[in-house]
């Protein structure tokens, strides 16, 4: 515990590592500036990754607070072969990871020898809110979510989106055949709407999207290619996390795949 409140207050320095994006990924770009918390998770490879990383617990907090948190993974590796099986099996996507060879993030801020103790809630200035890694302790992630949750009077940087279509159902679905669904987005509000992150829920759906902010009274277009796999009914979801009142905007795409 003494070791836990004395890292509160200190700022964590984040080199600049490319990010690891797995295969069928459903995340290209992350505007990072968007999030006024992060969680930075630090791993180190001589430690069984599988056993530390407790991939379910993870993608079930994403879910739960992901459009308001940044979650930055980070791995110390000699090779990213250590890491990569381990997310590969547990379907981790969703997120870009880091494969830290040099292992500069723990050079840099001499992090705990306890591996539990080596994940943080971070503010926008990287200084520490929490620390302690809460797959292993709920009330710890209570206290997380609480930080995380808490309402602000300030609604300066909201603004409204008008969705056209934010449904659409798909003619000419072939299995291993790629289409492509477009959905506008008009900014309605008085300040520049921006797309911090577009997530798709499954690697069969890839979405596109224009970086920079949109001006009031503006459109933009999240373009989305769909290679089904198989035969079946397809419907699928595409989160677009931005700066709304509720944080997100859902889009379905959905129709029957024929051979």
């Not at 907090?61 to 381990?86: Q, R, S, T």
């Not at 997530?199 to 769909?226: D, L």
Request: proline letters at 4%.
């Amino acid at each position: 515990m003494q070791e836990l409140k004395e890292w509160k207050g200190k700022t964590i320095q984040i080199p600049e590592i490319t990010p690891v994006y797995l295969k069928n990924t459903d995340t290209a770009y992350i505007n990072r500036e968007m999030f006024d918390y992060k969680i930075l998770n630090y791993t180190d490879a001589k430690d069984c990754v599988a056993c530390m990383l407790h991939i379910d617990i993870w993608k079930l907090y994403i879910e739960e607070v992901g459009h308001k948190v940044d979650f930055l993974f980070y791995f110390h590796a000699e090779n990213k072969k250590e890491v990569l099986p381990v997310l590969k099996r547990g379907r981790f996507t969703t997120h870009p990871v880091y494969i830290d060879t040099a292992n500069e993030l723990h050079n840099l801020n001499h992090f705990s020898e306890n591996p539990l103790l080596n994940c943080f809630l971070l503010d926008k200035e990287n200084k520490v809110l929490l620390a302690g890694n809460p797959v292993y302790d709920q009330g710890l992630w209570s206290r997380y979510r609480n930080i995380i949750g808490k309402k602000t009077s300030d609604k300066s940087h909201i603004t409204t989106v008008e969705v056209e279509p934010d449904e659409i159902e798909l003619k000419d679905l072939y299995a291993g055949k790629t289409s492509e669904a477009i959905f506008r987005l008009k900014n309605t509000g008085n300040i520049p709407l921006s797309i911090r992150m577009v997530k798709s829920s499954c690697g069969c759906t890839v979405p596109e999207w224009e970086k920079q902010p949109v001006a009031s009274g503006k459109s933009t277009e999240i373009r989305v290619r769909i290679t089904p796999e198989k035969r079946e009914y397809f419907q699928k979801t595409i989160a677009v996390h931005c700066n709304t009142e509720s944080g997100q905007i859902l889009l379905t795409l959905k129709g029957m795949v024929a051979e």
